[in-house]
């Protein structure tokens, strides 16, 4: 895998970004309206590379937008505008954003604020919402503003023969259906005759590896549920050698080693060097002269950048799985978290410290070994030790922040942002801003 290198070192990610005056006027309007955490699950693509996110509360009941109605209207509301003020330009990056809502939600007016580009409303048909042109004309005008529209699988709703035919996406909330069900949808999907465009398949909660296989089998486009975890199958080996010497690297950048020793390691990888001089030498970075020798790209890199960029070519893997993606974005946005929050509380030069402390928050799952072992083969700068090994110091805080954004877990949540003195709102900007980055990093590597 190879990444978008301006994006690693940097960039806008709309955080702390100046606002018109009509917006600052506007957002004060606002600004005490209620939110509550939001929580983002992986959706895979046929490649089996993460294209995209479904949100929702972190609530115990959150569901796909099939709630009882009036429980659904509530939650409905407070995800749109909970994603809507903690959201930046193009919240999504370049992936999806799929958000589960009821059609008896399809007139709130938070609707218009959601960014146009890759949102997707996967809704539920609500009993109440019967009229099947009324509901039509709705979608239709959702999908004017640039909106993409997915229905759920509801055949005994009178809306849902009209309303599909017209959707982009056609969903099925796989855990509830049986392999026979499945394909059945998938034909009459396929097959159905008065469809002019294309409607993908969208396959939600699908608990097992075997569930996904079917579900690829019977041509669905899209994969969201538990099927994938962590401890599946991994390419690398605990010793790999590529690591290692990644790692070796690492300790000689974290250390006093001088350029020409730094130059030397990195020699005996011709694929890294190439890297570091395809970033330097790229559009993003901006340099007058192009630079053709390693030692001059570590002066113009850094120790930090240097260090920055080894931290993540660590999680590279050669044809990675659901589970590399995961991991690999689990790392990327604990890091770019950490970044993000500690800008208000830390020095500048401290922004890689961040960094790296959220991306090795992983690095256990990454090398098959207990984190106090992988971290024992590291020169790493005292902050980062203790906030990974003790779970102390002043990084420990926006560690539990961060991996708690992607726990699951309500009242971890609420208790580790109320301990860093963080809302909702700007624990979800964070997580939003650096979902979107990651997926710009992820986008280009190969």
């Known amino acids: 895998m190879v990444f978008g290198l301006g994006k690693l070192f940097g960039g806008k990610d709309g955080v702390g970004e100046e606002v018109s005056a009509d917006e600052a006027a506007e957002a004060g309007k606002v600004e005490q309206t ?9 959706v895979f693509s046929r ?10 509360l972190q609530l115990l009941d959150s569901r796909l937008g099939d709630a009882p109605t009036p429980r659904q209207l509530q939650h409905d509301d407070l995800l749109l505008r909970s994603l809507c003020l903690s959201k930046q330009e193009e919240s999504w ?14 007139n709130n007016p938070w609707l218009e ?3 146009s580009e890759n949102t997707v409303l996967l809704i539920a048909l609500a009993p109440e919402t019967e009229d099947s042109e009324e509901l039509a004309q709705r979608i239709e005008a959702l999908k004017a503003k640039g909106l993409r529209i997915g229905v759920f699988r509801q055949p005994k709703h009178p809306a849902f023969p009209t309303l599909v035919m017209a959707a982009d996406f056609a969903a099925l909330n796989v855990a509830d259906h049986q392999g026979g069900s499945i394909r059945d949808f998938s034909v009459a999907m396929r097959s159905a005759k008065d469809v002019r465009h294309l409607i993908e398949l969208f396959g939600a909660n699908i608990e097992t590896p075997d569930d996904q296989a079917l579900c690829h089998r019977c041509h669905f486009a899209f994969f969201h549920g538990p099927f994938v975890r962590f401890e599946e199958h991994w390419e ?19 250390g006093d080693a001088e350029i020409p020793e730094l130059s030397s390691a990195l020699k005996q990888d011709p694929v890294l060097t190439y890297r570091i001089l395809r970033y330097l030498n790229s559009p993003a970075i901006g340099l007058m002269r192009e630079i053709t020798s390693i030692d001059h790209a570590l002066i113009v890199l850094g120790r930090q950048r240097l260090a920055r960029w080894l931290s993540v070519l660590l999680f590279s893997v050669r044809d990675p799985d659901f589970a590399d993606w995961l991991l690999v974005e689990s790392a990327l946005t604990r890091g770019r978290i950490m970044e993000i929050l500690g800008r208000e509380r830390f020095p500048a030069a401290e922004g890689d410290h961040l960094f790296i402390t959220g991306v090795f ?9 207990p984190l106090a072992e992988a971290i024992e083969k590291l020169h790493l700068p005292t902050n980062i030790r203790t906030a990974l090994l003790e779970r ?17 877990d309500p009242d971890r949540m609420a208790q580790t942002s109320r301990f860093s003195g963080l809302d909702p709102k700007a624990v979800n900007q964070a997580l939003l801003s650096a979902t979107s980055w990651a997926s710009e990093v992820t986008s280009h590597w190969e």
């Open 113 to 115: 604020r959601l960014p």
């Open 392 to 408: 102390a110091g002043p990084y420990a805080p926006l560690l539990a922040v961060a991996e708690a954004c992607e726990a699951f």
């Open 47 to 56: 490649e089996r590379r993460i294209a995209g996110h479904l949100y929702r």
């Open 34 to 42: 209620p939110t509550t955490f939001v929580r983002r699950e992986a």
């Open 236 to 254: 690398q080996p605990k010793g790999d050698p590529h690591k290692l010497h990644l790692m070796h690297l690492l300790n000689l950048a974290q």
């Open 361 to 369: 928050s992983t690095l256990d799952r990454l090398l098959h070994t």
């Open 93 to 106: 990056g370049s992936l999806y954003g799929f958000i589960p809502l009821s059609s008896a939600s399809l």
